[in-house]
Every structure is written in structure tokens, then in C-alpha cells.
């Protein structure tokens, strides 16, 4: 390989690829088998990862390094230059080693980070105010107060429930006179004594009054030291929310990405059409977006992507050292949607429906219901995008009737459904359902051995929504899920 530094492509040599065929089309960048060439340009960056000495990034691959461990994903672009000279880009996502710009790399699409840049003073301009909200926070005089004000609202509801309890015993001895008199007394006796016990009652009502507003007043008091303090930080809070979301939106605007036509767009322009309405935080910094942005800008065609991981595999997911991966959804289909737009791109795997996954395996039948043996790869019903499913088939199978889908496997599931023919049945199975008398059991594929032979998992799950049709656990939206 030869590395340009001027033009940051990196030419391989004609003898290296000498019979390997280019692609016809560019990568569906999220589902791929990586094409020969970005397999090579892979290597030879991985090369350069394994042997650079000048980044002060800890990939988490030596022991002996410091820093925070972040492990990164690369991605390579197999592009043609203008003379028809093959060579490949490569770009990282978000930052390498606290900076957006490295020789080796494509530059960022938009450098929030380069000296003196409208980000980075606003940046500082909130940093300022978060200083002087931890400036009042941290106060002598605030924190005594915040204790005061916590001590006193504990002694206020103690005291008042002490006195409830009080008046409550007051009136079950009232509710005693009452019940002993009446049978002893004469009826204008009775009444006598039974107005000297509503005197009693009200007495206790006002007392209880009296004592409320007492504290009442004792924790206005309190409180309206605490008033200053709380206001100024909260005007702070509210200065510093209407700054973030200024420097958001000037960013936003600042992302402006290209097709191969030279057409542009904004971030908030590709993102306004989305269920959101605006971009998710980090989009714009992955690899693929900069690397076609960079071919687009310098006149380069780009033929084939790959991305793939480097170090340690962070908490929140699965990550393999140098494993490929596809682009993501939630934050680069978008983009990519129009980057991509007019290219000749290799049809998206997912809206294929091979022959051996269109055929339906009757297990049992009669009036009532059908049990079919579900393909893997086969939905139970229509998608956004795949129409074929259990459903489709069966309703050209059963012709004038039609299928009634109890419950459903996931696409890349197989095993049994039962599908119901009548209503009459499938009012009576989807009981069955809910009641919980229908036994399900599922073999797996696993990636290890386990060392326990059964357990429970119980998080909450909730849809990831810039990453459907994934799921992820959330102890605030999430609902329960027991497997």
C-alpha cells in the first residue's frame, strides 16, 4: 500500500489486486459480506493500528496503558480516483485521542474541536455557568439552610403525626362516652354530655389547625432563605439549557452532507423527517457518513464500505477486536438514505425471501385451527417492507378464509404457530394465551457453554427506537420481561 498524505487516500498496488474484481455496485451498508478489497484495506489499517506509536488513545489491548479504555470503530471506503486508480479511506467514529482531525483518517464532516471554533467557546461559556451552580451548591450558608429547612420539615411531620394520633384516641374515648352514657343517662342528660363531646371534637379539630399553621409559618420561614439561593441556580439552570440547546441546533446546521450528485443537507434537514424530528446526540460522526463525504468532496467514487471494531468491547454492547460490523440504523440510515441516493447499491438482504423459506410445513389441520412449522428467515406477519409472511401464505392457501394469528415467532425464529381458522377458535386459543396455560419451549444457539443448567432473567425491556426492531433494558420506560 502507498499512503497519500496530501489527498489521505491510500492506493493499493496493481500487482495486489490484480485479480480481484471491483464491485458492481456499492455495499448495503447494513447487512454485507465484506467485498475482497475492503477485507485488504482493512488489514493494512489494522497494520497501521497495531503499529503507530504517536496516538495516545487506550484501546484496551495493552495492560500497561492509560487513560480511560474507548474502544472505536474504523471503517474503510474502497474508492476510485479520478484517473481510475484504486485505493481506500479510512475514517473513525466520533474522537481519536481527544481529536476529531488525524493525518491517516478523513477529516470530520464538520471539527466542533479546531482552535478558537464557535463550539468550543460556547462550550466554555457553559462550563462557566456550571461553575457557578456548583459555586452556590456548594455554599456554607446554602447547605445550612438546605439542612435546616430538612430537619425542621422532619420535626414538623412527626409532631403533627404524634398529635393525629392523639386526636384519634381523643375520639375513639369520646365514641366509648358516648356509647356508655346513652344507656345510663336520661335523654336530655345524653344531650347535654353529647354537646360537651362536640365541644371536645372542635377543640381538637382547632388545635390541630393551630398547630398546622404554626409550622406552616415556621417552614415559610425557613424556606425563604433557601428562595434566593434556589432561584439563582434555577435561573442559571434555565440559562444554561436555552445555551445547550442554541449550540445543538448551530451544530446541527454545521453538518451538511453531500451525494453523489453534489447535493447537500443538513442534519436537521435529513433528521426532520424521522418519527423524532431531530438528529439523535452523535450523528454525523460515524465513519461511513465522513468517508463518503470526504470521496464526494475530492472527486473520488466510492465502490465498496466496511466497518470494523478496534479494543475492548464497551458495557453497553457486544463488540468483537476486528470483527466487522454494519453502519448503524439510528443514527446513519438517514444520512445515508441521502448519500447514498442515486447510487447503484446492492439490494437490501432483508427484503429477500429465499424459495425454501416460502414453504409452509402443515403439522396439523381441521375446521378449527392450522399448526404450521415456521420457517427461520419467514415473518408471521406483513412488515413495513416485507409483505410475505404466515400470513400471506396461509390466506393463499386457504383462499376464502381468512388466518387469524394468535401469537407470533420472531423472523429469524423458527418452530410452531397455530393459526385459527374461526373467530369462535381464536377468541378460545388467545384465552388459552393469556391464562397462561400454553407451554412454550424454545432451543437456542448459544456462543458458550453455560455453567448454570437453568435461571432467570428479569429486566425491563423497551424498544430501542434508534435501533428497531432491537430491544434494550431500561429500569424507566421498560416493561417487565421474564424470560
Partial sequence: MRFNSQSRISYFSDKTIAEIAL?????FPFYYEPHPLTKLAALDLQHYLETQTHLEHNFGLDADAEGMVIGKMFGVLVVQDEEGKTGYLSAFSGKLANSNDHQRFVPPVFDMLVENSFFLKEIEIINTINAQIKEIESNKDYQQLQLDVEKLSAQSLQEIAAFREQLKSNKEQRKQIRETQKKSLSHEEYEAVALDLIKHSLHDKHQLNVLTNKWKQVMEAA???LAQFESDIESLKNERKEKSATLQQQLFDQYVFLNKDGKSKSLQDIFSLTAFG?????AGECATPKLLQYAFANG???LAMAEFWWGAAPKSEIRKHKQFYPACTGKCKPILAHM???MPVEENPFLRIPEERRELEIVYEDESLVVVNK???LLSVPGVEIKESVYTLLKNIFGDIEPLIVHRLDMDTSGLLIVAKTQQAHKHIQRQFMQGKVRKRYRALLSKELEQ?????DL????????????LVCFKTGKKSVT
Fill in 23 to 27: 464491485p458492481e455496485r456499492f455495499t
Fill in 453 to 457: 443448567s437453568e435461571g432467570e432473567i
Fill in 375 to 377: 420457517p427461520a428467515g
Fill in 278 to 282: 431531530k438528529p439523535p446526540g452523535g
Fill in 460 to 471: 425491563p425491556l423497551t424498544a430501542d427506537v434508534f435501533n428497531r426492531p432491537r430491544q
Fill in 340 to 342: 447514498l441516493d442515486g
Fill in 223 to 225: 424556606q425563604t432563605g
Fill in 300 to 302: 473520488y467514487k466510492p
